[in-house]
């Protein structure tokens, strides 16, 4: 065998096998009991991090910029609701007069809260699925194998 066969053989067949790693990858959206967590093929993503790689997708970054203003106002309605519940608690807790209407104001917003938090979901997956449906993906299943006999060796790659 000359050398330059071997680079044009070595070379062709480094192609086939990482032809794989060059696909892009889906991002993809799950709820967990601390909250939502994003995965862009097996790493967890921070929701900054989603917004950079939404930016490559306007359409699917304007969706996902509506979908963070939902949960930030879910956000805020839960947390001022839980303090407005709270606050009465602590007090009558600590033998003083609590004011119960303050109980009834905060369950109102915590409950409330709720459908900006379902608003959110449905937006960010909606984004999610904008991006993922322009995401081409390649994928070449290979699979090579050295096999040794005697004072030679063979390499096989199956499609």
């Not at 696909?23 to 993809?28: G, H």
């Amino acid at each position: 065998m000359s050398f330059s066969f071997r680079i044009t053989f070595t070379f062709i067949l480094l192609c086939l096998l990482c032809a794989n790693s060059y696909s892009q990858k889906k991002l993809t959206l799950y709820k967990s009991f601390g909250g939502i967590v994003y995965e862009f093929d097996t790493l967890t993503l921070s929701t900054k991090q989603v917004k950079m790689v939404l930016k490559e997708n306007p359409e699917a970054f304007a969706e996902f910029k509506v979908a963070r203003k939902k949960a930030t106002i879910s956000s805020v309605l839960g947390f001022v609701g839980g303090l407005l519940v709270v606050a009465p608690l602590i007090t009558a807790v600590a033998g003083g007069q609590p004011e119960w209407g303050f109980t009834a104001g905060g369950a109102a917003l915590f409950i409330a809260s709720f459908p900006f938090n379902a608003s959110f979901r449905g937006h960010a997956l909606n984004a999610l699925d904008i991006y993922n449906s322009g995401v081409k993906t390649t994928t070449i299943k290979s699979r090579a194998s050295i096999h040794f006999y005697g004072s030679g060796a063979s390499i096989v790659v199956r499609f």
